[in-house]
């Protein structure tokens, strides 16, 4: 009889017929058992491949052997996208599958390996003067093109262009067995009923994509900038929606005062000075970089001191009068809801730097982060937010003894509603993936903080708590993951119909088994 060992052996010798490279020492199984927030069961081994061929031969090899495959993009899951419910899977890191494949500027569409990341994407477009029209998320220097079809997402261009996965045109996707599928047309869809949008959110639930099509739109040539500030989330809810209905922001995105708080902690005015000279010297020149790195400095980080909610709006053209008209039909707009214009440094300095270092993920005191986030419709935006200050409000006393804290973000969708995004933050200790992620020279300078069960504890309370009052205000989300209750909003029909394309894709549920809720 096979002892554990020699099955084992047999597993990786199968997985590397395929000729990728097969991870199966502890350390490695142990890091990529880890997301951003929790670990997942053992892993029997990691895959990195090079190219399609050699992902769907792997995936093939693991599934006819009986073990659970998963895809692991950049790794930025905070919400159990690949990380297993049970020990035995086989996970696969696509990040070696990064090329761009090809780039047609008279098609305008751009075709990628799911490895190849927002920012690498947007470094190649660049030197054509195009982009995709969301063109990535705020962790898009690790984040995946292929995570972001799975587990869809927003941030740059999504006040114009909606959410990643509507920039998509085709995929081309592992199925369980190792057929490689392909979805769709390059230059449109849908074609009939929309076969690639079946895969598009689905978590890795349904195949592992292997190369994406996104479509291109040019790169705007002139930007305009602009912050304000409300004293009450009502009025900060109401601008913003406003805001996006006009459809005049290709950004626009708010903290709320505890998130303005930790901002204000964390970013150091050199830094900012820095990135702005950069952006500006290839926007304006050098001395248009110099009096923005001046204003920086003379703006200090005390701007938003006084208010309570703050609310960032970028916009762009393709000449300087259009995006600037913009922003003064956004100033109106705030006018009109009682806000006020104040010092614009926020959205140059995020823009300067799109994909920067993710040092975001532990907070200004080495606390640990957990974001929670819902798609929410404008008429019920409100609402819901305020149902999370009556959750925080009524744990407060449990919060303050702990040492758990938190911060809100908002940001317009274009075409959907507003997105809610409650950020917990607690003292414990830090994981692998964590570690990994941060730059060295700032993991340094934050506090250790040691395990801590009860932080911990209270920290998953309230965040199956916020859960549910995302479920019940209709919310959507992204990174649906093991998480958000996507099942749950479903009519009877509907989840029937997601069982049997399941059962179809994914006969023997060996692929990615949990996520999605199937």
């Known amino acids: 009889m096979a002892t ?4 084992h052996e047999a597993l990786a010798d199968s997985l590397r017929a395929s000729g990728a490279d097969v991870l199966t020492d502890e350390a490695s199984l142990d890091f990529y058992a880890h997301d951003i927030y929790d670990r997942g069961a053992d892993l029997a081994a990691v895959v990195r491949p090079k190219d399609k061929h050699q992902l769907a031969a792997a995936v093939k090899a693991a599934t006819e052997a009986g073990h659970p495959v998963a895809p692991r993009g950049g790794g930025m899951s905070y919400t159990g996208g690949y990380t297993q419910d049970r020990p035995g899977a086989v996970l696969f890191d696509l990040a070696q599958m990064n090329r761009v494949l090809e780039v047609d500027d008279i098609s305008m569409t751009v075709t990628v390996e799911a490895g190849c990341t927002w920012a690498a994407l947007r470094e190649r477009l660049a030197h054509h003067h195009l982009r995709t029209p969301m063109w990535g998320t705020l962790s898009g220097l690790k984040a995946t093109i292929g995570g972001g079809m799975s587990q869809n997402g927003i941030f740059w261009g999504t006040g114009r262009h909606g959410t990643a996965v509507q920039s998509c045109t085709a995929l081309e996707v592992v199925l369980a067995d190792g057929t490689l599928l392909n979805t769709g047309k390059k230059h449109t869809r849908p074609y009939g009923p929309d076969l690639t949008g079946l895969f598009l959110g689905d978590t890795g639930a349904l195949g592992i ?15 305009g900038y602009a912050s304000f500030a409300f004293d009450d989330a009502a009025s900060w809810f109401a601008a913003s929606s406003a805001i996006e209905r006009h459809g005049i922001a290709t950004e626009c995105f708010g903290f709320d005062p505890y998130l303005n708080a930790i901002r204000m902690k964390r970013d150091s005015l050199t830094s900012d000075a820095k990135q702005l000279m950069g952006m500006m010297k290839k926007q304006g020149g050098v001395m248009k970089a110099l009096k923005e790195g001046v204003k920086v400095v003379t703006a200090g980080r005390n701007f938003l001191k006084d208010a309570n909610y703050s609310l960032h709006v970028l916009t762009e053209g393709r000449i300087a009068a259009a995006a600037d008209a913009d922003i003064d039909i956004a100033r109106q707009l705030v006018e009109h809801y009682g806000g006020r214009e104040v010092e614009n440094t926020i959205p140059k300095i995020i823009r300067a730097n799109p994909f920067g270092p993710l040092n975001s993920i532990l907070g200004p005191e080495g606390e640990r982060w957990a974001p929670i986030h819902g798609l929410v419709s404008h008429g019920r935006s409100a609402a819901c937010f305020a149902a999370f200050e009556s959750l925080f409000d009524d744990h407060a006393e449990e919060m303050d ?6 911060g809100t973000l908002i940001a317009a969708v274009g075409g959907a509603g507003m997105v809610i995004e409650p950020c917990l933050y607690w003292p414990d200790a830090r994981n692998p993936v964590i570690e990994d992620t941060i730059e060295k020279a700032h993991l340094k300078k934050l506090p250790r903080h040691p395990a801590n069960a009860e932080a911990w504890a209270l920290t998953r309370k309230l965040k199956q708590a916020i859960v549910d009052i995302f479920h019940e205000h209709d919310a959507a989300h992204f990174q649906i993951g093991r998480t958000y209750r996507y099942r749950d909003s479903l009519h009877p029909r509907a989840d ?14 060996l692929m990615n088994p949990g996520s999605l809720g199937l």
């Open 401 to 406: 003894e702990l040492g758990v804290h938190y």
């Open 4 to 7: 554990l060992a020699t099955t």
């Open 496 to 509: 029937a119909l997601l069982q049997a394309a399941k059962a179809e894709l994914d006969p023997k549920g």
């Open 209 to 223: 994509k292997a190369t994406v099509t996104l479509r291109l739109v040019p790169e705007a040539d002139h930007h």
